[in-house]
């Protein structure tokens, strides 16, 4: 069964920090997604990638499948960046299998 | 923009009652997914489906059950509450493929 680990689970850091989130799961994989939880529940989709790199303004997210491992990046973190973020794999591209959880990384960015 | 909602954000039900938790999307999205959210377990897969009357078990179905009558509504179904069910409760949807999008979350209470 694959496992999704996430590191570190909780993470406080300074505003203008760079951050580094990491994500390592255990069997090969067609698509990971990286997602953002603010308090009060609503999950929002930040990348889905399988290869290589991808960059949302201050996001950045790489994968590496041959050491199935995958990093999110915040660059300049600001206090709103504060949140839950969480690591999911898919094995059909996020489509018919629905997604398999870390249990996701608490980033709390204080001013 | 993709919307999925959520019918209720907030419910308390008493132990043995029938729970239905309702999930729309607006953009003819054939895959459907229930998930349940839990301190220290993170997002754990109930149910999806794949088309209009399929589905399919995810990882913790037990206690639970599904609907999906038409293309656009997916419900889960709680037989008969019981109060380890007490959970966050998140329905998605995706295009074939694709990233998925989340609902708000309902938050369940047993009682």
């Known amino acids: 069964k694959n496992e999704v680990e996430q590191s570190p689970q909780n993470l406080t850091a300074q505003e203008g920090e760079f951050i580094t989130i990491n994500c390592s799961y255990s069997v090969g994989i067609s698509a990971l997604h990286w997602l953002q939880q603010h308090p009060g529940g609503g999950i929002v989709s930040l990348f889905m990638?399988?290869?290589g790199k991808k960059k949302h303004g201050r996001l950045i997210a790489t994968i590496n499948i041959q050491e199935k491992h995958s990093s999110l990046h915040i660059t300049a973190s600001h206090p709103r960046d504060s949140a839950v973020y969480i690591c999911a794999v898919s094995f059909s591209g996020g489509g018919a299998d629905g997604l398999t959880f870390g249990k996701g990384t608490h980033l709390i960015i204080q001013p | 923009d993709v919307k999925v909602t959520q019918s209720s954000r907030y419910l308390v039900k008493r132990t043995g009652e029938k729970v239905f938790l309702e999930c729309v999307q607006d953009?003819?999205?054939?895959?459907m997914f229930w998930y349940r959210q839990d301190p220290g377990l993170g997002l754990r897969l109930i149910y999806f489906?794949?088309?209009?009357?399929?589905?399919e078990k995810g990882d913790i179905p037990e206690g639970y059950s599904v609907s999906r009558e038409k293309k656009e509504r997916f419900s889960l179904i709680l037989e008969s509450a019981s109060t380890n069910q007490t959970s966050m409760y998140l329905c998605?949807?995706?295009?074939?493929?694709?990233?998925?999008?989340f609902g708000p979350g309902t938050r369940l209470t047993v009682t």
């Open positions: 489906s794949y088309d209009v009357k399929m589905k």
């Open positions: 953009m003819d999205h054939e895959n």
């Open positions: 990638l399988s290869s």
């Open positions: 998605a949807s995706s295009p074939h493929a694709y990233e998925q999008y």
